[in-house]
């Protein structure tokens, strides 16, 4: 009976790890302001430059939206959209963003060999590990870890953010510190690759 009653708790807690702690229906009330800038469910950017938040994974948009508001990740267009939101809107927010569906693109057929071979197996020579370790060989990311989802990104986003973590602009949070050895070792060539490749990634 204690091995039975222990499993069920166990259920319980995995089965509500997995799917977060926030309420979609609750972030989809607030979620109006954000389809200026990253469209309907936060699936069609207006801009390349702008990131697809579908289905990114939950605990990472949390983090993401919090450090925003905070104010440790600056971006310059989001500063004040968040400041009257509560902890529980800013999670909200995440579930009703990660239950949307990431559309996948066409990358550039002329980059995805050279793409691929990076996201899959990395570069041993200059010590890149591959992105598919962390971010799944679907590029689903890893929501227990709070890896995002990569998969269907727009490249020209990808791209930015690799180069600001080599740059060391983009550094806080949890995981800046892997992402910003990850991206110091890679050129401007392998970056412009492998976030081709990631945009047709499914």
Request: aromatic letters at 4%.
């Amino acid at each position: 009976m204690k091995k039975l009653i222990a499993g069920v708790v166990l259920g319980v807690g995995l089965t509500a790890m997995a799917h977060g702690a926030g309420d979609p229906e609750a972030g989809e009330a607030n979620a109006a302001v954000c389809a200026s800038c990253h469209g309907e469910g936060g699936a069609k950017p207006i801009m390349g430059a702008y990131p697809k938040l579908s289905g990114l994974g939950e605990k990472y948009l949390y983090r993401q939206l919090v450090a925003i508001k905070e104010g440790d990740r600056q971006i310059a267009e989001m500063t004040g959209l968040l400041d009257n939101m509560s902890d529980d809107d800013l999670q909200d927010l995440a579930a009703y963003f990660d239950e949307q569906n990431m559309g996948v693109q066409q990358a550039n057929p002329d980059l995805i060999d050279e793409g691929a071979a990076l996201y899959r197996g990395g570069n041993l020579a200059s010590g890149v590990p591959a992105c598919a370790g962390c971010h799944n060989p679907q590029g689903k990311g890893n929501e227990p870890a709070g890896y995002p989802r990569l998969g269907g990104q727009n490249a020209e986003y990808v791209t930015k953010q690799l180069k600001a973590y080599r740059d060391g602009e983009r550094n806080t949070g949890q995981n800046a510190a892997i992402m910003m050895d990850v991206a110091a070792k890679l050129t401007d060539s392998e970056i412009e690759a492998v976030a081709n490749y990631i945009s047709g990634l499914n």
